[in-house]
């Protein structure tokens, strides 16, 4: 409803991914090639990442990995295990968002859609790197304790990422993060967790953005017997960097995250970052409720909506609704 563009937006996605261990296979020093092959494409005017902004006039993503990119490989690196495997170690072309900032409901191929609710609540920096040159290691430091660093390159590029090799050893402009994060086990990281999340990122001389840094916290904790509820609170608050807020709160809570339906429901108050929009924007609401049902053993539906409050390039509008639906089939 009151689009300044177009009030219709579709995109799909085609992917492949897998994993291949090559030595000590079934050990706890086990190794092996992590790969994903993707093509992200367009079906209307603008890719469903562009909607907002484009023709909504709201300072966000309504979904942000349904671009026009074409076909990238997102991942192509070692994975290694060391320490009986509480540590882990990744090095090669990787997605930053594999591992900062991860609770259960982050993935907006399953889950939230609006990028306030996944990685980062939208004041992580550098533009979100993935199919990057990088490195990653974690590790837990006790039974509950654990920690998580990486180095990626900020100028990566998951359509040509074998510029990366060139991009990181030359220029050598990185996103660096550090989160040290609570949790009863590694069975239960992704269910029950508490983290906070450090990140930096340098000037990138090419693409013209200042270097920031930010501090990014979560705790989502799943209740019930069968966990069937995880309430959560996270926020994310940046210093330049080229992240989409200075600061973004939000909090909701989903249903039955442990069964094949869930039920999700977010609410989010943030601030466009104004040395990346370049104008100071007023503050921004944003609201969203899904239902992700499994209709086949290899097929599942999430009808959506998303509610935009005060987007900020559309003064005209205090209030948007978008309605949305998306279709997953896996193999």
């Given at each position: 409803?009151?689009?300044?563009?177009?009030?219709v937006g579709?995109s799909?996605?085609f992917?492949?991914?897998?994993?291949?261990?090559l030595?000590?296979?079934?050990s706890?020093?086990?190794?092996g090639?992590?790969?994903?092959?993707?093509?992200r494409?367009?079906?209307?005017e603008n890719?469903?990442?562009?909607?907002?902004?484009?023709?909504?006039?709201?300072a966000?993503?309504?979904?942000s990995v349904?671009s026009?990119?074409?076909?990238?490989a997102?991942?192509?690196?070692?994975r290694?295990?060391f320490?009986?495997?509480?540590?882990?170690?990744?090095?090669?072309f990787?997605d930053i968002t594999?591992?900062t900032d991860?609770?259960?409901?982050?993935?907006?191929?399953q889950?939230f859609n609006n990028?306030v609710f996944?990685?980062g609540?939208?004041?992580l920096?550098?533009?979100?790197?993935?199919?990057?040159?990088?490195?990653?290691?974690?590790g837990w430091?006790?039974?509950n304790?654990?920690?998580v660093?990486?180095?990626?390159d900020?100028?990566?590029?998951?359509?040509?990422?074998?510029?990366?090799?060139?991009?990181?050893?030359s220029?050598?402009?990185?996103?660096?993060t550090?989160?040290?994060?609570?949790?009863p086990g590694a069975?239960m990281?992704f269910?029950?967790?508490?983290?906070?999340?450090?990140?930096?990122?340098?000037?990138?001389?090419?693409?013209?953005?200042?270097?920031?840094w930010?501090i990014?916290?979560?705790a989502?904790?799943?209740?019930g017997a069968?966990?069937?509820?995880?309430p959560?609170?996270?926020f994310?608050?940046?210093?330049?960097?080229?992240?989409?807020?200075?600061y973004?709160?939000?909090?909701g809570?989903?249903?039955?995250i442990?069964?094949?339906?869930?039920?999700?429901i977010g609410?989010?108050?943030?601030k466009?970052?104004?040395?990346t929009?370049?104008i100071?924007?007023?503050p921004?609401f944003?609201?969203?409720?899904?239902?992700?049902f499994k209709?086949?053993?290899?097929?599942?539906?999430?009808?959506n909506?998303q509610f935009?409050?005060?987007p900020?390039?559309n003064?005209?509008n205090?209030f948007?609704?978008?309605?949305g639906l998306?279709?997953?089939?896996f193999?």
């Open positions: 409803t009151d689009a300044i563009g177009n009030n579709a799909g996605a992917r492949i991914y897998g994993q291949w261990n030595v000590n296979h079934g706890d020093k086990e190794g090639i992590v790969f994903k092959v993707e093509n494409h367009k079906y209307t890719a469903l990442r562009e909607y907002g902004p484009v023709d909504l006039g709201y966000g993503l309504l979904q349904y026009n990119q074409g076909w990238r997102t991942n192509l690196y070692w290694q295990e320490g009986n495997s509480t540590i882990v170690a990744y090095g090669g990787v594999d591992w991860v609770y259960a409901v982050a993935s907006p191929w889950s990028l996944a990685t609540s939208g004041a920096g550098g533009a979100y790197p993935d199919g990057s040159m990088g490195l990653m290691i974690s430091l006790t039974d304790l654990y920690a660093g990486s180095l990626v900020a100028n990566g590029d998951a359509t040509q990422f074998w510029k990366g090799f060139d991009t990181f050893f220029d050598f402009e990185t996103v660096k550090f989160e040290l994060g609570y949790s069975e990281l269910l029950r967790n508490i983290h906070l999340t450090v990140w930096q990122v340098d000037a990138r001389t090419e693409a013209n953005t200042p270097s920031g930010g990014i916290g979560s989502s904790w799943a209740l069968q966990y069937q509820y995880l959560f609170l996270r994310g608050w940046a210093k330049d960097g080229f992240a989409f807020y200075e973004s709160i939000s909090t809570i989903a249903f039955n442990a069964g094949p339906n869930t039920l999700g609410l989010n108050y943030n466009p970052n104004e040395s929009f370049g100071d924007l007023d921004q944003t609201g969203e409720v899904f239902y992700k209709l086949t053993h290899h097929s599942e539906i999430t009808p909506i935009l409050g005060n900020a390039f003064p005209d205090s948007i609704a978008v309605f998306r279709g997953r089939f193999f």
